[in-house]
């Protein structure tokens, strides 16, 4: 069965600086594998996808992820951290019953 | 773009009650889902459906019903409400069924509190 794991419940960055949020999957097929985005008290946003085009696939703002097979991980990032960046972020996958499979979420906090 | 709306933000009841909660969405979407999401655990899906009158069991579907008797409308139904319902409700829609490039678009959630 397929499963979606971040790696970090919680990062913090500065304004200014890099994001990284982790994501690794297991699945014996070529995943989708998704972004959703949860601002406080909102619902989730989309911030990308990937499904076996490109493998670096470019989000909305700035956001971008690239889906490695080797090291079976999806990890996103963005170059340059805005204080409206801070979010909860999900990884998500999708099963062979095309249900979404949801990973715990990281917690973005982005220091002034 | 798609809305997908949810009838209350908040909600307290009581143990024991009867408490429905309302999704609509407006693009004339096939699929509906429900989800709880809880801390640490992500999103956990309770039941969904492909089509009017259709519903499928989620990985939680174990004290909720649903009912669809329109396309653009989706009911949550916890028949006897429990602490352990406390949680964040999220419905969603998505066109495209069974399909590997479908996106799910998701209302802002209610925040059910049993007490």
């Known amino acids: 069965a397929q499963s979606v794991t971040q790696l970090d419940s919680h990062v913090s960055v500065s304004e200014g600086t890099p994001v990284l949020l982790r994501c690794n999957y297991s699945?014996?097929?070529?995943?989708?594998l998704f972004w959703y985005v949860q601002h406080p008290n909102k619902g989730l946003q989309l911030l990308l996808k990937?499904?076996?085009?490109?493998?670096l696939v470019k989000g909305i703002n700035g956001f971008e992820a690239e889906f490695k097979k080797s090291e079976t991980s999806f990890h996103l990032t963005k170059p340059s951290a805005h204080m409206s960046d801070a979010a909860e972020y999900f990884c998500?996958?999708?099963?062979?019953?095309?249900?979404?499979?949801f990973g715990s979420g990281t917690r973005l906090l982005v220091r002034p | 773009d798609v809305k997908v709306t949810q009838s209350s933000r908040y909600l307290v009841k009581r143990t024991g009650e009867k408490v429905f909660l309302e999704c609509v969405q407006d693009?004339?979407?096939?699929?509906m889902f429900w989800y709880r999401q809880d801390p640490g655990l992500g999103l956990r899906l309770i039941y969904f459906?492909?089509?009017?009158?259709?519903?499928e069991k989620g990985d939680i579907p174990e004290g909720y019903s649903v009912s669809r008797e329109k396309k653009e409308r989706f009911s949550l139904i916890l028949e006897s409400a429990s602490t352990n319902q406390t949680s964040m409700y999220l419905c969603?829609?998505?066109?495209?069924?069974?399909?590997?490039?479908?996106?799910?678009?998701f209302g802002p959630g209610t925040r059910l509190t049993v007490l």
């Open positions: 969603a829609s998505s066109l495209l069924s069974r399909s590997s490039t479908d996106t799910q678009y």
């Open positions: 699945s014996s097929y070529s995943p989708s």
């Open positions: 990937y499904t076996s085009a490109a493998t």
């Open positions: 998500v996958g999708m099963d062979s019953s095309y249900k979404l499979i």
């Open positions: 693009m004339d979407h096939e699929n």
């Open positions: 459906s492909y089509d009017v009158k259709m519903k």
